[in-house]
Each structure stands twice: as C-alpha cells, then as structure tokens.
C-alpha cells in the first residue's frame, strides 16, 4: 500500500509460509515482509522501510507522536486479536497455501488461539469485540485517522482491517467501510492481488 502511495517501483515475491530458511537466512529470523532495497540493504520492519522510502514524508509521520503510537499500537493490537481469530480459519485456504504450507500455518497458529473449527463456532465473541474496537476507531475518523490527509497512520489501520473481507457475511459499517476505500483509492491498492494475478 505504502509503495503504491509513493509511486515507487517494487517486485512482490510471496514466501510459502512454512519457508523458515529464506527469511532466517536473510534476516536471521522468521519474520516478514522483507523488504531489499536498490543498495542491497534488509529492513524486516514495515515502519523503518517506508520511512525510509518516504523522503519526503508525504505520509506525515510526524502524526505518529510517541502518545499516538501507543494510541495506534494499541488499537492495532486489539483489531489483530479478533481479526487473527476470526480469519486465519479462512486465509489458510487462499492461493498463498499449499496443503503443506497450509498444515504448517494451523499447526503453528493452534498452539496460541486453539481448535480453529473452534475459533470459528465461537465466531459471535470475536464479532462483538471487533464491533466495540471499530465503534471506538469511528470516532477518531473524519476523513483519514484525526487527519483531513492520509497518513502512515491510515496504512497501519488499514493494512490489519483488509483481511475481514474475507469472513463469510461480514460488513463494516459504513462509515469504517468509507473509510477503506478512501485509502485503497490514495493507494492503489487490490486486496491479495499477488495470488490471482499470473
Ligand atoms: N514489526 C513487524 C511485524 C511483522 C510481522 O508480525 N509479520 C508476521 C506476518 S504479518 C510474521 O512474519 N509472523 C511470523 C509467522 O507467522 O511465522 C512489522 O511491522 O513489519
């Protein structure tokens, strides 16, 4: 998204999921995404590599004061609790997976969440969180997050909401599902695009 909103050339290369030795011996650990840029060097961390993309800050980062990253971080956090739950059941059957890949991500991810069948029967307790997480995130909306301007703020919110559409049946109010498109339109951003693409 960030790329895309900074007009910067990229190649996306997708990592099967179970592919430990790639990133390891990249990075040292199994962490992604790993970005390479022109000179060579490695950044595994999503802020430092589009603050350093970002020259110009046209994503003002200066938004992102310590009291607003904590602020963020936190609803970030929250999001990623029931989303993770309510969509890893799901993801693990996109394109991304293959069936060893696939085993590898349920295997890993059980021993934190559980059961995924049963993650899934108790679908209504995370709904309800992520309701009460998005009528508070509401709040802060007026065009972009407490901006008239997109920010990196937006691209953080955004990139850990996207994965929602895949549940069966889910709708964002209005208002947060406006609040998406806007950035999709600033980014130029098709949600998974990688996987069905050629
Ligand atoms: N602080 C890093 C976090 C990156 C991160 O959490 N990546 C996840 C995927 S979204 C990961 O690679 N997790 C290891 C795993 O699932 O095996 C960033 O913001 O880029």
Redesign the pocket.
Known sequence: MAFNYLNLPFESIVLP?DDEAT?IKLMGK????IVEFADGSLS????DIIKKMDSANTLSFNLLTEERLTQVNELLSKIGKDVHCLCMPYWMWTPEFNEKSRKYFQT?KEVKRGPFNKLILDKETYLKGLEVTLSALESKITTFYESEEISIIDIMIASHLWGMFIFPEFQFSNKIFDYLQRIKKECNFEYHIDFWKD
């Open positions: 999921y990133p199994k962490m992604l995404p595994n961390e999503s802020l890993k």
